[in-house]
C-alpha cells in the first residue's frame, strides 16, 4: 500500500525485501490521483509491478479507511495465492530472512510479533490488556475480547499489520467481516472506525490460519526508541518514531550499500 508522498520508502523496502526472497509478483495498492510521474518510477524500478487501485477495492461488510482495504485484498488473493505484507517503513538488511521463506513454501501463516510475543487465547489477551492503562484503540479493543464468541479457542497474538504472510486458504474474508462486525458492536462505531483497527484484525486472521507463526525476535522486530542492540535482519520503523536519532536514514544507507554492491 502505497501513499503518493512514500514511493522512495516503497522502492527500498520493496528492493531490500526481494533481494532477499528473489521470487514473487508485486502489488502496489495505490490511490487513484497518483501522479503517472510516480508510477512510472515504480514500474521503472519494479518490472512486472501491477498496481489496484484502492478505492476500487469493495471492503464487503467492512469498513473504509484505516488501510482495511489492504486486508481485505490481502485475504481476498490469498484464496489463490500466498501473501505477504509489506509495509513502506520497513527494511531488510545484513541476513538472510529464511523463515519467511519457509513459511511461504510451507504455506503457513507468519506476523511480526512485538518483542516476540507468542499466539493465545483471545481470552487470555483480554486479561493482559485489561491490566495496562492505554488509551490506544487496539489495546482497547483486546481487552474486550473476554466477551468475544469462543474466545477460549480462538486465539490471537498482538503484532505489527506491517509484516504479515497469508496462507493459501488459510483464513476466509468472511470470518474477517463476522470479526469487523462483533468488535464494532462491543467497542462501539466511533471507536472501532479510528486508525489502528485493522491490525487487530490482520493479527486475528493470521492467529486463526493453520500452524500459524511469530518471527523470530530481535531477528525480526519494530524499532521504538531505546530498543537494544541486536541481530536484526528485518525492522519496521513504526510511524511514531520513524526518524528517532536518524536511525532509519543511517539503515537505509546501508541497504542502499548493499543493493549497489549485487549489481
Known sequence: MVSNSDAQMYLLSMKSFYARIGRGKIVAIIDRDMPQTLRDLLQHHIVGIRFVILEDINTGRCQRGGTWERLVFLLQHAQREYAIQVDCDTLAFGADLDEVVECAEANRAFTL???????????????????????????????????????????????????????????????????????????????????????????????????????????????????????????????????????????????????????
Open 113 to 263: 510479533g512485538n518483542a516476540g510475543q507468542p499466539i493465545r487465547s483471545m481470552r487470555e489477551w483480554a486479561e493482559d490488556a485489561q491490566k495496562m492503562q492505554s488509551g490506544y484503540v487496539g489495546i482497547r479493543a483486546e481487552a474486550l475480547f473476554d466477551q468475544y464468541p469462543d474466545c477460549d479457542r480462538l486465539r490471537y497474538v498482538r503484532a505489527s499489520s506491517g509484516f504479515a504472510g497469508f496462507a493459501v486458504g488459510g483464513f476466509p474474508l468472511e470470518r474477517l467481516e463476522e470479526f469487523h462486525e462483533i468488535m464494532q458492536q462491543r467497542l462501539g462505531d466511533d471507536s472501532w472506525r479510528k486508525w489502528g483497527t485493522e491490525q487487530c484484525g490482520s493479527n486475528f486472521a493470521v492467529a486463526n490460519s493453520p500452524d500459524a507463526h511469530v518471527l523470530p525476535y530481535p531477528k525480526y522486530a519494530n524499532f521504538w526508541p531505546g530498543i537494544k542492540p541486536g541481530n536484526y535482519a528485518f525492522l519496521h520503523f513504526i510511524g511514531t518514531h520513524r526518524y528517532y536519532k536518524d536511525y532509519y536514514a543511517i539503515k537505509a544507507q546501508q541497504v542502499i550499500g548493499e543493493l549497489n554492491a549485487t549489481y
